[in-house]
């Protein structure tokens, strides 16, 4: 069987590239084909990544506290390219300063992310998440 | 990249342009500036500041912060300077002005203000300009420094050192490596040289400002001989172009004799390198950052990690310390909890400050060997340059001579692999192309392989992995557990 | 008091006595009480738990902790050991239980219940009797001590060893000088030698429960050889009773090398001494109390004192670690607060773990003094005693040859002074009767004349208050400001 | 003039003996004759002692956390003895924990105290406001 793809990086101005490696690490020990475009990633640029690569999911991560201004619109940007279906997970410190989980996930929630995660989570519980949330999708 | 001071004429040149790369550039008047500065008094100077510590063996404690709107940074530096008892005061400047992106800054802090939070990671200075920065600084009683993290600062030192401050940290490769992705170091490098002589500029007209290249760069178990080279090729840099007053910095590793041997070892070799160069009227100082990898969420835990920092940096000797929060974890501390790391600091310099120096065989030896590494790295990096430190620099991290590990930027080797050893010394697991002469790579190797041994497996990139977290999860050395 | 084991008849006889004192002493079955200690597993045993520490070089943590009602009291506990990741148990007794004012704990019990809320400072255990000291211990996963502060605990260790804990401490001396004001020494010393006798009994009975006299004393400016020559004559007074695990203790005094000294001689004379007496199986362990003396008030603060105890205790090799709260100047800790501190101090005690004791020309140097010191104390002690270890204690305090300061106790001289010297060492300002000989005094003067001069003035009564408040201000040597 | 007798001690069970040295000191430094009881006096001893020694004020300690039991009926005890007029303080570590202090102040004024400090107060406040108190009475 083929592997699924996901597209993996650092959305915004944000240069936070140690959870990247360890993401990219995990996600290729647990069968999947990686595409990591690294820090510093647009939207853009992940939209591009998906459609070249027939991703199934998108890890997008956010640690210097811009994930909000970074991540607006960015549900709107893979529906209008028809990806409604591709998995849309953030995870990281998506917010600036230390603050309730709640509101944060319902805010990216309402930008069109399937899954939020707050700072510090294991990379495992997304893994997991992943395959879960795929084998839904059938 | 230019290897001499740079010629006046040629800075005023460049200067026009510089200026107009956002509105606020043209609230800048260099010679009103210079008279700005001078009026500044000693105790709110950076420079005279860390010399009166240094000579009286005192420990420096300085918090990082930075928000979105003028009213409420000063307020936040307000608090942690009466509250946390600061000794000097940083302004963390915000993601977007670090990657001259003042339209999106704009767009943050009009949201800031929209939505009564700040949504910036930092202070805007760019967009709020000199007369800003001025107001800042005039209402605190301490010496302010800019802290950022961009790679093109001109623009940003321009504005800020006619706004008042008297420090200046970065530097061409230190605000590269960690913080950019696409940028080259010929280009970095040489806006740099543009900000040191700028700075070299304001020594020239009496006023001394202080520099700092940014010591931890990654902060993810960066040995010290890294952190090292690049901190003595960026003074040199700095110092080529007019700098006088440079601090040095390191990132706590968390072993003690390593962490105390690489405070030692910096300044020796800054002396040497500076003396080399003909810079011997530079003043050094040393700047020791706590732990600046990934900290625990637990707040108590965290606390525990900021003293650990806090004692090393006394018991190392250094001029000033950095410190952290226990929101670290989480993000961008609330002024209560980033007051609270300071407090907790200050409790431990002060209770720290008297007593003597630590001695010890093991700290001679690391010395050595972090004096050693050091020098296999400089030597290689100036012979293939030819003494041009431009040059070196460029071809040194092109042929990874150097190389930071885990840095984003695409002109870093990303080949050399740290590790900790049994005792939790931070040694390489894989060299890359790092100068080091097989004696040198043996003891790495023989550091590893006795935690291997005791660790019951093979060294590899899983130890890397489990040194990442194990700060956070509260261990120093990643054991499999 | 007697210089010998007590005889078994003897002891029996006393027991009756003993166990009338209250309602609760009935419960006691002593053989009953013997199978239910042999069925506690290894893992929950004081002593095994201590061996396997001291074997692998670690530190392990425990708190103080005890509230009024047992429910409350195993929940707090439960909170100590999984939330706060505590290596050891207390459990703290309240100090009317401590007076043996069991009416006056029985009101605290009742107006607790009726107000929902602790209103005594610890456990009356005695009152509780034996069926809940087990529930207590059975539902916690870690071994278990009893802490308290009772000049005649006989009762209490009747009811807490049948109860299932496993450790005792306490002592004639280190639980009358600091704890009591009227009691005679004679007194004392006869109830715990009844205490050490019943432990002694059970040891014979192939149970080993460990005791540990009290180190930190009055937890203010005390001397190391103060506190070791304590720690070493309760030691032989429970030795002499059969008592075959100690654990001797030390608070901490804030300077790095004196306080690594201390713990480091406190061992070495502990062997040399049990050795001199013939008690060569008696398996010696130390305990390190973070900071006993005032507390800062902000948190932020106390968390800097934890942590740098906790970094003391690993650093001197100190086989566990007493553990402070963030709320130490205020009151008895919430549940929450206590586990902080256990989790400050676990993050420190895990990240030095594996790192290399430190060496020092002047650790030996202070390991000479204080080695000096104490044996000057013991051996005019022991001498004037004529090795009748009681009847040296009493004369000992009589003659002010051992003097604590700052102790509640009328049979204490109270004549000798501590003060800090220039580098945070506490020294004698007044040696009161102390048999220091000429040199060791001189030594004293010369430290405490430094530090005078670089304060320029007097030394004085005021340096004394000046350090009382030192650490609770921020500072250790309370220098004039 | 003569000097003004303040008697002073630390109250119940309570051997906290450090605080008690101080406040002597502080005392007669700042001009008072001081009758210090020193540690675990009574209610009954502290009373004894104002009317042996005719001292108009009571420095009551306590540190150990069973101050709200130990000062029960303190004032009444004074009331009964004719003494309303000697003023009674109290300070130290008052009741068990942390807690706000506004409630224990109450307490402790309900019972008959006059002025109530709390944890780690400057003994010169206490000295400060004795002057006043002393002063107001004439
Ligand atoms: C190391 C570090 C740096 C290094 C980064 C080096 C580099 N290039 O990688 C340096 C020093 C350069 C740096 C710079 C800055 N940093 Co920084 N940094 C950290 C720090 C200490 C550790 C980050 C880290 O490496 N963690 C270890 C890795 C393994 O964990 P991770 O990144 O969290 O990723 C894991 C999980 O979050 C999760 N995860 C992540 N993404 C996703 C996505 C999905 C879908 C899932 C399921 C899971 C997941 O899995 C990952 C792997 O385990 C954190 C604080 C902390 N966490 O302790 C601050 C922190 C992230 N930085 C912060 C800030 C503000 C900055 C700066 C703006 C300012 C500054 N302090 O200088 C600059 C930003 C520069 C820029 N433009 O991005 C803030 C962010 C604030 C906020 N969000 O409110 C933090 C939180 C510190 C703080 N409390 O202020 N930083
Ligand atoms: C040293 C100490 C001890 C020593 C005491 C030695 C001795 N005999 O003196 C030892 C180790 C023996 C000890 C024992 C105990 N202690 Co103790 N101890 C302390 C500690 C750390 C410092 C006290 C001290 O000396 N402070 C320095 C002096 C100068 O300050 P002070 O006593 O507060 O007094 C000043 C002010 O409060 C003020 N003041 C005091 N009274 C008054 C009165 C008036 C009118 C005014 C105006 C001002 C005033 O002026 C004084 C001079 O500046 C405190 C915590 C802290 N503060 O950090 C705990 C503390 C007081 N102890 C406490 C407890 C519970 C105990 C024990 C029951 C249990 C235990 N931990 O072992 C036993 C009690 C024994 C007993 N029966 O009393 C608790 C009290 C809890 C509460 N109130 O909720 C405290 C607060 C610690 C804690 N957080 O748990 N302790």
Redesign the pocket.
């Known amino acids: 069987m083929e592997k699924t793809t996901v597209v993996i990086g650092v959305i915004g101005?944000?240069?936070?590239?140690?959870?990247?490696r360890?993401?990219d690490y995990?996600l290729t020990q647990a069968g999947f084909n990686v595409v990591n475009l690294g820090?510093m990633v647009s939207q853009k640029e992940f939209v591009d990544a998906v459609i070249e690569t027939n991703a199934k999911a998108i890890?997008?991560?956010?640690?210097?506290?811009h994930?909000e201004l970074d991540c607006r619109g960015m549900g709107d940007l893979l529906k209008e390219a028809g990806l409604e279906k591709v998995l849309l997970?953030?995870?990281?410190?998506?917010?600036?300063?230390?603050t309730d989980f709640e509101p944060v996930e319902e805010a990216f929630k309402a930008m069109g992310f399937d899954?939020v995660?707050p700072?510090?989570?294991?990379?495992n519980?997304?893994?997991a998440?992943l395959k879960a949330d795929l084998a839904a999708l059938g | 990249m230019i290897n001499h001071k740079m010629p006046l004429a040629e800075f005023m040149a460049q200067r026009a342009d510089v200026l107009a790369q956002w509105e606020t550039g043209k609230e800048v008047d260099l010679e009103e500036a210079l008279a700005y500065q001078k009026a500044i008094a000693p105790q709110k100077r950076f420079s005279a500041r860390l010399m009166k510590a240094k000579a009286e063996g005192e420990t420096l404690i300085q918090p990082?912060a930075g928000v979105a709107l003028p009213e409420e940074h000063l307020k936040l530096l307000k608090t942690l300077q009466d509250e946390g008892t600061a000794d000097l005061l940083p302004t963390?400047i915000?993601?977007y002005t670090?990657?001259n992106r003042y339209a999106e800054a704009k767009v943050g802090i009009d949201e800031s203000i929209k939505t009564g939070k700040s949504l910036l990671?930092?202070f805007p200075a760019v967009n709020h300009g000199v007369a800003v920065c001025r107001r800042i600084v005039e209402n605190l009683q301490v010496p302010l420094q800019v802290?950022?993290?961009t790679p093109d600062a001109r623009l940003l030192a321009e504005i800020t050192m006619a706004g008042g401050f008297t420090s200046f940290e970065g530097g061409g490769i230190s605000y590269n490596i960690?913080?950019a992705k696409n940028h080259s170091l010929e280009r970095t490098i040489t806006d740099w040289q543009y900000v040191d002589r700028l700075i070299g500029y304001y020594q020239d007209h009496g006023i001394t400002i202080n520099r700092e290249p940014f010591g931890?760069?990654?902060?993810?178990l960066v040995p010290p001989c890294i952190s090292h080279s690049v901190a003595i090729l960026e003074s040199l840099l700095a110092a080529q172009q007019g700098v006088t007053c440079i601090t040095v910095g390191y990132g706590q590793c968390g072993n003690l004799i390593q962490d105390i041997a690489a405070i030692r070892t910096l300044e020796k070799l800054m002396h040497e390198y500076l003396h080399r160069y003909g810079f011997d009227k530079v003043q050094v100082t040393t700047v020791f950052h706590q732990w600046?990898?990934?900290?625990p969420q637990d707040e108590a835990k965290a606390y525990g990690v900021i003293a650990w920092g806090a004692a090393t940096a006394v018991l190392a000797g250094a001029t000033k310390v950095i410190v952290k929060?226990p929101?670290?974890?989480?993000?961008?501390?609330t002024a209560a909890a980033n007051a609270n790391g300071l407090k907790t600091t200050k409790q431990l310099t002060m209770m720290l400050k008297d007593q003597v120096a630590i001695e010890h065989t093991l700290i001679q030896a690391e010395m050595a060997i972090i004096d050693r590494e050091t020098r296999s790295i400089l030597e290689a990096v100036l012979t293939l340059g030819q003494n041009d430190f431009g040059i070196s620099v460029v071809r040194g991290f092109e042929a990874g001579l150097i190389d930071v590990p885990?840095?984003?930027a695409l002109c870093n080797a990303n080949k050399a692999l740290p590790a900790r050893d049994h005792h939790g010394a931070v040694r390489f697991l894989d060299f890359g192309n790092l100068p080091f002469d097989e004696d040198l790579k043996a003891f790495h190797r023989a550091k590893l392989e006795e935690r291997a041994k005791a660790e019951r497996r093979e060294v590899s990139f899983q130890m890397v992995i489990d040194d990442?977290?194990a700060v956070?999860k509260g261990h120093l050395v990643g054991r499999p557990r």
Chains 1, 4 share one sequence.
Request: glycine share 18%.
């Open positions: 101005a944000d240069v936070h590239a140690v959870g990247n360890i993401i995990a820090v890890f997008v991560s956010s640690l210097y506290g994930g997970y953030a995870g990281g410190n998506l917010v600036v300063g230390k899954r995660y700072p510090g989570t294991d990379i519980q997304g893994i998440d | 990082r963390t915000d993601s670090r990657h990671n930092g802290r950022h993290g960690p913080y931890p760069l990654t902060g993810t600046m990898g990934g900290f929060s929101h670290e974890a989480y993000g961008v501390p885990f840095a984003p990442i977290y956070s």
